[in-house]
């Protein structure tokens, strides 16, 4: 019996102190801007479902699922977009009928004031490589811009790393994602 209580105790303990906050999907957003030699796309990307625990107001953890199947490009419209959009979902790029969902989990976290030095696990294409980002949190909100190396999952078309004599064809490792959270 001392040990069922001591047990109930600590859960409770626990659990005061931590707590899961979910995130609020349709008030959250994920912008993308990718460039090229001649220019540059823009577009959205939906959060799938995601949670941050924080414990005494201190973040503490978080992992996301990214739909990777809602892709959209949104500087354009017409034929041309339908295009890139599936381009964008092909295997030259995210691969999204094999890969429909990317992951990111947050590893080490280094509070600064209202502010996170956060190192996360990127799952793209089934590939995981680690990230590094400031997240702002402010209240029910936290928000953040951060650069992805794209050919460290993969996908290469287009890399003048990769490729010659791409010319103005040549597009950017790196592509950039601003998230917007609420919970």
């Known amino acids: 019996m001392k040990k069922i209580f001591l047990m109930a105790a600590s859960l409770l303990t626990l659990m005061a102190t931590a707590q899961t906050k979910k995130v609020d999907v349709s008030k959250s957003s994920i912008t993308w801007v ?6 540059k796309h823009e577009g959205t990307i939906n959060i799938k479902e995601g949670t941050l625990v924080f414990k005494k107001d201190v973040l503490k953890g978080g992992k996301f699922m990214v739909d990777m199947t809602s892709i959209n490009t949104t500087d354009i419209q017409g034929e041309y977009k339908t295009k890139l959009d599936g381009h964008l979902k092909n295997d030259d790029f995210f691969g999204v009928e094999k890969f429909p969902v990317a992951t990111l989990e947050f590893k080490k976290i280094a509070k600064k004031g209202n502010v996170y030095s956060i190192t996360a696990d990127l799952t793209i294409k089934g590939i995981t490589k680690p990230v590094k980002f400031d997240l702002t949190v402010d209240k029910n909100t936290a ?8 050919t460290l999952y993969g996908i290469k078309y287009g890399s003048g790393s990769f490729f010659d004599n791409l010319g103005d064809k040549t597009i950017d490792n790196e592509f950039e994602l601003t998230v917007n959270l609420s919970f």
């Open 34 to 39: 990718g460039k090229k030699v001649t220019g």
């Open 143 to 150: 928000t953040t811009t951060f650069k992805i190396d794209r």
